[in-house]
Structure formats: structure tokens, C-alpha cells
């Protein structure tokens, strides 16, 4: 079991939610997402980015255009934050301020360094085809030397960061609990609806559905 | 129809998705999610906050402990990014590097201000738990004096930001169209999973559901 150092600006100043450092704990939020929000700050202005983030080892690998002036912005060494947030639940109190939300987040903190060997950066890529779609990587036509020229890779080591949750019931003031109001929690869940081929799939030819079931 | 203003850090360099800058599609995907992930600096880092953002008028306000270092950072002034994702579909194609993601995202920039005052404090306070669950404002008991004093509640003005979005049907270099591989969208859809009373509530107390169907 790996334990993240605890830093300044990975310890929770408010203790109401759980916040652990355990790296399997994190990487199972990181894994489970399709969305990151990538922080950084450009010509003075914080931006916050969504993107398709993925994992491969203790890596957390983003891609953008090679021109781009997020790549050239994470080149130049820039601090960022990496943001991964999951809505498990809406936690519905009897008293106004007492409503919250289960969820699980993640925040790395970190340099990212760019991803330049082709055989390294193909093998990562690949890696977020499978994330997206388990199987895919090895159906789908690799990419050329010309996709992999006009298309970055960095990697923000997963070295400094915490998970955030909270989950279960409401937490209220009790008196509030006799009042007729219902109290509890509503699940948020999210599934993949029914898949829509395009105008080229011919008769027959059918979406090979991942192994398992995921949430994303 | 309002449009906002287009700025050098709303201006995409990148073309290939649809930007946007009319507000009311903007208050659109802001009303339909309950996640937003704010940018700000502090101490020299960049951090992406998950919060539970919500819109009121020409206003997307957040709440953080009145004591918190969050609170403090955007009482002093600080530039501020915050961006809410709704992510739509996998778009799956027939060549690795065409995969992508149908998406709608919004990301406004500007300084917050915080509500002080106690009547319009109260006034957002209870539009977010009408939000969370509409019709849920005027059954649950409102906030005392002290609840309103533990929690600091900031406006950010709709007033410079943009929206992206992709839509539809994978994109692929027509010598891949042959490929035996399936190219579509799957949808990604957000549901509501079964309500879970806690252990407080009386028997025959129904949860109130809100109007309408909504995503999450």
C-alpha cells in the first residue's frame, strides 16, 4: 500500500469529509472518469480545462494539439492541477444547510513533462482507447507518424494529491429530525444509452461491448 | 438574445468544436449540472476546486465556510475560472486517433463578490436547494442566523465566458470508412438512481419528486 505525502496544499483544512492519500484509492477515481479538469494558469488568468485524462501506471496522461497553447503552456513548466470529481449521490437533509452531496474527488498537484518517444507515446495513446472502450486498442487502426506528430502527450506524475468523499446519510441537527420532511439520499448514476451507429457501419457488423460493466 | 462579449482568453484557438457565446445557452448547461469546478490561485498554485455551483439571474453563485482559505482567497480579489462539463457520448471511430467525446461545456471567467447581505444571502442559499430538488425550498426548514453566519456565499458575474461543444457522428479520414470496425456514438446519460430513506423517516413520509425530469 502506497501513502501520498501529505503537503500543504493537499491537507483538507475542513475536516466535515474523508480525505485519504492511499494511491489505489486514488487511482480507482482517476480510472473511473472520463473527465478531468486540468488547472493552470496563463497570462495571469486561471483556466480550468476539461479533458480526457487517463492512467497508465503512476502517470496521469493528457493529450492536446502539438501547436496548441495548452501544450505550450504545460511545456514551459507550468503548475497544475488535476481535477477529478465523481457525483455519487444528492444527500437531502430536513433543514436547508444540512443538504450536501456524496462524491469522490481527486486533486494532483504537479509539473507534467511531455511524452516524446513515438513507441511510448503510441503505447500510452492506445491506453486511452481502451479506457474509453475496453478492447478497442486492438481493432481500431493505430495512429500514423503524422497523427502522432500534431498531437502531445504529457504525463502528471501521480506523487502529490488526495481523495475527498463524502457518502451516506444526512447529517442534521436533531431537533430538526422530527419535522415531515422526508430525509435520505437520491443516487446519481451514470449509464450508456443505446449505441447509434453511423451511415457507414454495414449490416451485420456490431458494437463489441467492454468486458464488465463501468460507470463513467 | 444576449451575446457575451468574445475576449482573448474566450477566443478558442482551436476550431473544430462549436464555441459560443450566448448567454442563454450558457445558463443552460450551467442550470443542468450540480457540479462546477472552480479555478483560482493561491500561495503561487493553481487549484480546481469541485463545488456545487448554481445560477440565479445573471449570477452563478458558490458557498464555502466564511472561515475557510477558499473564502479568503476570493474575498481578496482573486481572478477566478469556473467550468462546468456535461459530457454527452463516446464517439467511437474507426482509427484510434479519431475517438472523441460529444460534450456541451461552459467556462466563465471574472471576480466574485460575496452576498452579505442577510435577505439575499438567504434568497440564493434557498434558489440552490431549489435547484438540487425543485419545490424542495418550501417544505425544508430555512437557515437560522448562525448557519447563515458559518457560510460565505460568493457571486461571480455571466459576463465573459463561452460555451464548446461537440455533437454528433465520429469524423474519419475517408480511407478508414472501409475498416470491418463499428464507428457511432454511445450515449452517456446521468440518471437518478432509487431514493434511500434514512432511518429517521416516518413511515408513510414519501419523498416529494420534482416536477419535470431532469439530467444531472
Given at each position: 500500500m502506497t501513502i501520498l505525502p501529505q503537503t500543504p496544499r493537499t491537507t483538507?483544512?475542513?475536516?466535515s469529509d474523508r480525505v485519504e492519500y492511499d494511491f489505489d484509492a486514488i487511482c480507482a477515481v482517476l480510472d473511473q472518469s472520463l473527465v478531468t479538469h486540468l488547472g493552470f494558469v496563463q497570462d495571469g488568468s486561471p483556466f480550468v480545462l476539461p479533458t480526457n485524462a487517463w492512467r497508465v501506471g503512476d502517470g496521469l496522461y493528457f493529450h492536446f494539439a502539438t501547436n496548441g497553447r495548452f501544450a505550450q503552456t504545460l511545456r514551459g513548466g507550468a503548475e497544475i492541477c488535476a481535477t477529478v470529481s465523481l457525483l455519487d449521490g444528492l444527500v437531502l437533509a430536513?433543514?436547508?444547510?444540512h443538504h450536501s452531496v456524496n462524491y469522490r474527488s481527486v486533486m494532483l498537484f504537479g509539473v507534467a513533462s511531455e511524452v516524446t518517444e513515438a513507441a511510448e507515446k503510441n503505447r500510452v495513446l492506445m491506453a486511452l482507447v481502451d479506457k474509453v472502450w475496453p478492447g478497442r486498442a486492438a481493432i481500431v487502426r493505430p495512429p500514423d507518424a503524422k497523427e502522432l506528430a500534431v498531437t502531445a502527450v504529457f504525463r502528471l506524475p501521480i506523487a502529490e494529491g488526495s481523495l475527498k468523499a463524502r457518502s451516506g446519510q444526512p447529517v442534521e441537527?436533531?431537533?430538526?429530525?422530527?419535522?415531515?420532511v422526508w430525509g435520505g439520499v437520491v443516487p446519481v448514476v451514470t449509464v450508456l444509452g443505446q449505441a447509434q451507429a453511423d451511415e457507414y457501419v454495414p449490416s451485420g457488423l456490431e458494437l463489441i461491448q467492454p468486458d464488465g460493466r463501468r460507470t463513467i
Amino acid at each position: 500500500m502506497t501513502i501520498l505525502p501529505q503537503t500543504p496544499r493537499t491537507t483538507a483544512k475542513r475536516k466535515s469529509d474523508r480525505v485519504e492519500y492511499d494511491f489505489d484509492a486514488i487511482c480507482a477515481v482517476l480510472d473511473q472518469s472520463l473527465v478531468t479538469h486540468l488547472g493552470f494558469v496563463q497570462d495571469g488568468s486561471p483556466f480550468v480545462l476539461p479533458t480526457n485524462a487517463w492512467r497508465v501506471g503512476d502517470g496521469l496522461y493528457f493529450h492536446f494539439a502539438t501547436n496548441g497553447r495548452f501544450a505550450q503552456t504545460l511545456r514551459g513548466g507550468a503548475e497544475i492541477c488535476a481535477t477529478v470529481s465523481l457525483l455519487d449521490g444528492l444527500v437531502l437533509a430536513r433543514s436547508a444547510m444540512h443538504h450536501s452531496v456524496n462524491y469522490r474527488s481527486v486533486m494532483l498537484f504537479g509539473v507534467a513533462s511531455e511524452v516524446t518517444e513515438a513507441a511510448e507515446k503510441n503505447r500510452v495513446l492506445m491506453a486511452l482507447v481502451d479506457k474509453v472502450w475496453p478492447g478497442r486498442a486492438a481493432i481500431v487502426r493505430p495512429p500514423d507518424a503524422k497523427e502522432l506528430a500534431v498531437t502531445a502527450v504529457f504525463r502528471l506524475p501521480i506523487a502529490e494529491g488526495s481523495l475527498k468523499a463524502r457518502s451516506g446519510q444526512p447529517v442534521e441537527r436533531h431537533d430538526d429530525l422530527a419535522l415531515p420532511v422526508w430525509g435520505g439520499v437520491v443516487p446519481v448514476v451514470t449509464v450508456l444509452g443505446q449505441a447509434q451507429a453511423d451511415e457507414y457501419v454495414p449490416s451485420g457488423l456490431e458494437l463489441i461491448q467492454p468486458d464488465g460493466r463501468r460507470t463513467i
